[in-house]
Structures are given as structure tokens and as C-alpha cells.
């Protein structure tokens, strides 16, 4: 059994959900909440606003919920799958059953599936492109019929797949595309599955035909679209930035299977230039609100921080894919680094309500969400049980099922560990328990139970914070031996590139992988926020860093032709705690980046 990414070639294999077996700690705590709380959750709330209601009556004149809704049925299917099909997992069979049935349900003759176009009173078939979403919620079924068959869990997901994929590479054959990409690589996770060659060829044609503003004109651009620059000669991810990064995903996907170096070299350049100008400290992507896009290069404000859930679900999709294409364990290192800040601060302790964007400053306390009714603002400062868009939580559920899947892969040669969690991992002809409580210590334990009387390597990834330790392990290793790694977990003050306007003169704690911040339910008694400045000649301490309350007059007007005066500064001790923590307590203000004393 394979996971959600199974390339027939490339420098590392991905190993499949059964050969990973989370043992509690950090994540495999958030896998039982997900398995057991969260999909259900999303399964009470579809029902409740009418989203799988649509499939069962699909001729009812009022379809319920925007066009994309079916997206979220087919991501909520396909986390059922993963969860189901996974080692301790919670069995979701009953409900993936009746699932299969209601889509199939709603499928037409001739393999079209879609819930709000081309029927009585509806807009005909493909006649937006632009925003029509049908092959984007294709491309999320598709995924989710993978997920059935190689699990085991849902088969019969698998034929509607085939009708609905052999109707797109007809219907396309020659011209169109999906104004959301996600269609690539299902078709393409499709032919790994089903070995048909024309599923592959239609992602490709997806592909090519991007960047030649051929989509209409629209106010957000073609970049929003991912239409004004082809893929090939893109210099760095632009536009809607989930849309960007689930087309590189695919490309990848491409590339891979096509044996296509030129394309995967030109999606690894536009990362590599995104993440060097275009991200957050956080991993997250996303700084303009308006259309959920990338900025400019250095154009990250903590307050405008968009850093939609679903572009860190991508992000770490993509960064997976090329780590398996390339062997390049620096990709492990964004995956971490995205987990740990963004998916993990993502959804709530009890898995039942989520952020759907991240801000990374907030400056007044956000109002507590109605729990009655869908959240209709996407990017205020409280997790909200459900949006009227909630692609983000199924989105994780997804990736949290499968995730022992990311965290290991193998070769001829022996295996490799990219993320540390508590463990049993059967790979690479070893058997290892791994015990560690990372992130929150750096000590990684390596227990052999299993392995060949010949030569085996076993790989640590050595995150780029930590450099020193040793990771890489060649020997006939014996039964019980033990392989211990220990990252330095020392916090750090971390600085800005001067080019990031919104945080010069500001700086930032991390300790390992984790971001630190500041929320206002730690300080003292009447200090806010915006009244400290932190020292940085003083080496950080985890939990708290010092710094200084300033006074700043108040002149009635924010520019003046001197320095605006301040009256004798109090020293401070700042409390900090991990962002993925923060508003969990109530209503608060947070900041990540702390303005530094001048003096």
C-alpha cells in the first residue's frame, strides 16, 4: 500500500500508511483528534448546510453552498480513507460506504460530475472557467478515489473515477483548463493507480496550456488564474497563492512521470526564489487579502499575513514531492518548518474549530465566533468552527491522516527520516521505533528491532538550524542497538532580510523548528504589546526574552519633522510562548516580530 504520492520514479520512495505507525506525542495526539473528533465534525456541518445534501437530490432547484462545495465532500472522503486505512486508525467504513453511493449517485451517463452545473435551472456544463471549480473538484475526487483503492477503504470510489477522468480527456482533449488547478495531479496520482497512459497525457496537456492568456480577462489578473506566465518560464510563484502551489504540485507530477528535468527544474527555481522573497517566518504563504495572493517580493506585513491552512497543506505537498524527486533533504526542512507553524496552529485542541488564514500579528483581540452559523469573514484572529468556505480543515484532516507518510521514506540503500515523532516505521528492510519529544526536545532515540545481517544506512535529517550533529548511519546494525540524535534546541533571536519594510528595526525567537510570539493574556498587568521593545544583545530564553515598556507621547498626529519624545523606558521581562499556542485562552493581541530597543 502506497500513500497520497507514489511516483514510479525519482531519488527517494515514499513509503505507504501502513509502514508508519504514529505513537503519540506532538503529532500523533493531533492524528487521534482528527480521526476521532475532527471528521466529524466536517461530516455534522456538511450535512447540516446541505453540501452532501446536493449529491443525494442533485435535481433540487436550490443547490446548496458555493460552486466548489463538492470539493470539500471529496477531501472530507478522502481524510476517511487515509484515517480508516492507517495503522490504530478509527474505521470510517459505514460512512464511506453510504459516501461512494451518493456520488455515484450524482454522476451522469456519460461521466460528467458536478452538482451545479448542467442541469435544469443551472448554468450549462464548462461554460466558466474561470471560476466554475468543476475540474478543480475533479481533481479533488480523484484524490480522494486513490486514497479508496490504496487503502483499501473505499474501492468503489475508484470506477466513478475512471468514467469522470475518460469524459475530461475527452471533453479537453484538444483545448481548455480550470481556472483552480488541483486536476493535475489527480489525473496524474490516477495513472499511477490505474496505469492509464491518457491520464498523464491530459495533466500534461493542463500544464502546457497555462500562461497564454487564453482565460477571460478578470480584475485580479491572469496571475490570479495562473494564466500569465507558463509554468516553464516562470521565475517565482505569483497570484492566488493555493492556486500556484497546487499547479507546481502538479507539475512536479509531470515532470516526474514524463522524465521532464527542464519543467522540474523550472518549478524548484520558483520555489527556491518564493521562499527566499515571498514567505513568512512561519512557512506560510499569502500576504494580500483581496485575492488570497502572494505579494511582491519582501512585501510581508505580520498584520496583513493572509498564510491561507490550505497554502501550508500545499506547501508541504509540494516540498514532499520534490524531496522524493530530488533527495534534496532541504525540503524536509520546509515541511518542518510549515507543520509545526502553521498546520499545527491551525485547528483547535479539541479539533473542532480552525483558522482558515494566519495572521502573525494581532492587534486587537478578535471577537469570539458565532457557534450557530458558518463564519462569513475568513481572516479574523479566532478559529471558528466552520466558514462558509472550509477548504482548510478537510484539507488537513487529509494531510493528518496520511501523515506518517511525509515523515519517512526509503531506498535500495536503507532509510530516512525527515520528522521526528514517536514511531514504528518499516522501511528500507529495517523495523525502528523511534521515541522522541520533539519538537519540544531535540533528542531523537532510534531503536532497532529489525535488521538484515548486511549494511543498511539509516538517515537523520539535520535541520539547516542545527548543524553539527552527524546523519548519516552505514553499518550492519544490530537487534535493540540504539541510534541517538540530539538537535541543539537553544533559542535564537532570528532577524528580517532589510528588504522586508514591515519588520525592520524588529526581530524574532525560534527555538528548534517552533516560532515563538507574545500574547497579551502573559504580560504584566497594563503593558501592551505595542509598548515593548526587547534587547537583543541578551541571549533569549525560551519562555521569555527582556526588553523595555516605553512611554511614547501622544501628539495628536503620527509624523513629526523630530524623533517623538518618550518618557523614561521600564524594563520588562516579555513571556513568550509557541505560535502555535496562542489564542487558546480567549480573546487576545499576539505579535511574533518585537520591535528591538534602539539603544
Known amino acids: 500500500m502506497t500513500g497520497p504520492v507514489a511516483p514510479s520514479r525519482g531519488a527517494l520512495r515514499p513509503v505507504g500508511p501502513q509502514q508508519v505507525r504514529l505513537a503519540g506525542g ?12 475532527t471528521m466529524e465534525h466536517s461530516r455534522t456541518w456538511e450535512d447540516r448546510l446541505g453540501w452532501t445534501g446536493n449529491f ?44 461512494t453511493s451518493l456520488i455515484g449517485g450524482a454522476q451522469d451517463a456519460d ?40 487503502t483499501g477503504a473505499a474501492p468503489g470510489l475508484l470506477e466513478i473515477a475512471t468514467r469522470l477522468a475518460d469524459h475530461i480527456c475527452v471533453q479537453f482533449a ?21 496505469g492509464e497512459r491518457r491520464y498523464l497525457d491530459q495533466a500534461a496537456k493542463f500544464v502546457a496550456r497555462r500562461g497564454h492568456r487564453t482565460l477571460p480577462e478578470h480584475e485580479f489578473g491572469w496571475q490570479y488564474f495562473q494564466d500569465a506566465v507558463p509554468v516553464r518560464n516562470g521565475e517565482v510563484f505569483h497570484g492566488h497563492a493555493v492556486r500556484a502551489l497546487y499547479l507546481a504540485a502538479g507539475a512536479v507530477d509531470v515532470a516526474v512521470e514524463t522524465g521532464d528535468d527542464e519543467l522540474l527544474q523550472a518549478v524548484a ?56 524527486a530530488t533527495g534534496e533533504t532541504r525540503y524536509g526542512d520546509i515541511v518542518d518548518r510549515v507543520l509545526h507553524n502553521v498546520i499545527a ?66 531506498d535500495p540503500g536503507g532509510v530516512q527520516l525527515h520528522q521526528y515523532a514517536p514511531m514504528r516505521v518499516e522501511a528500507g528492510g529495517m523495523v525502528l521505533d523511534v521515541d522522541t519529544d520533539y519538537p519540544d526536545a531535540g533528542v531523537v532515540t532510534v531503536t532497532v528491532v529489525e535488521a538484515p545481517p548486511t549494511p543498511r544506512t539509516l538517515t537523520f535529517r539535520i535541520p539547516e538550524w542545527a548543524a553539527g550533529p552527524e546523519g548519516v548511519h552505514r553499518r550492519v546494525f ?3 542497538e540504539q541510534i541517538r540524535l540530539e538537535l541543539p534546541m537553544r533559542p535564537r533571536w532570528t532577524f528580517p532580510d532589510p528588504r522586508v519594510d514591515a519588520l525592520r528595526g524588529c526581530a524574532a525567537v525560534e527555538v528548534g523548528p517552533i516560532v515563538m510570539c507574545a500574547e497579551s493574556t502573559d504580560q504584566e498587568d497594563g503593558v501592551r504589546l505595542d509598548e515593548i521593545q526587547v534587547d537583543t544583545s541578551v541571549t533569549p530564553e525560551a519562555g521569555a526574552v527582556k526588553g523595555h515598556r516605553v512611554h511614547p507621547a501622544d501628539p495628536g498626529w503620527p509624523y513629526q519633522s523630530h524623533r517623538t519624545a518618550t518618557e523614561r523606558p521600564d524594563p520588562v521581562v516579555v513571556p513568550l510562548l509557541p505560535y502555535h499556542r496562542w489564542a487558546r485562552r480567549g480573546p487576545s493581541t499576539m505579535r511574533i516580530w518585537l520591535p528591538v530597543n534602539p539603544s
Open 26 to 37: 506532538f503529532w500523533g495526539r493531533r492524528q487521534q483528534i482528527n480521526g476521532a473528533a
Open 56 to 99: 443525494r437530490n442533485p435535481l433540487a432547484e436550490r443547490r446548496r453552498g458555493w460552486e466548489f462545495s463538492d470539493s470539500e465532500v471529496y477531501k472530507m472522503t478522502e481524510a476517511l480513507c487515509w484515517e480508516t486505512g492507517r495503522p490504530g486508525g478509527v474505521r470510517h467504513d459505514e460512512a464511506l460506504a453510504e459516501l
Open 111 to 150: 461521466g460528467y460530475l458536478h452538482t451545479a452545473y448542467g442541469r435544469p435551472g443551472q448554468p450549462a456544463r464548462y461554460s466558466d472557467m474561470n471560476f466554475g471549480h468543476e475540474l478543480y473538484c475533479a481533481g479533488h475526487f480523484f484524490q480522494a478515489a486513490v486514497a479508496g483503492a490504496r
Open 174 to 194: 484538444d483545448e481548455g483548463f480550470c481556472g483552480h488547478p488541483v486536476v493535475e495531479t489527480g489525473l496524474v496520482e490516477l495513472y499511477r493507480v490505474t
Open 269 to 324: 527555481r520558483q520555489f527556491d526564489r518564493t521562499l527566499a522573497r515571498r514567505t513568512y517566518i512561519t512557512g506560510g504563504m499569502g500576504s494580500r487579502h483581496q485575492d488570497e495572493a502572494f505579494g511582491e517580493d519582501f512585501v510581508l506585513p505580520s498584520d496583513r499575513s493572509y498564510s491561507e491552512t490550505c497554502a501550508g497543506v500545499a506547501t508541504i505537498q509540494l516540498a514532499h514531492r520534490l524531496l522524493l
Open 345 to 410: 496552529t491551525a485547528v483547535a485542541d479539541d479539533g473542532r474549530s480552525f483558522f482558515y488564514a494566519h495572521t502573525l500579528h494581532q492587534r486587537v483581540p478578535a471577537e469570539p465566533p458565532r457557534t450557530d452559523r458558518e463564519q462569513l469573514r475568513f481572516s479574523g484572529g479566532a478559529r471558528a468552527p466552520w466558514f462558509e468556505v472550509s477548504c482548510c480543515l478537510n484539507n488537513v484532516g487529509r494531510l493528518t491522516a496520511s501523515l506518517g507518510t511525509y515523515f519517512v521514506t526509503e
Open 478 to 480: 544490530e537487534k535493540n
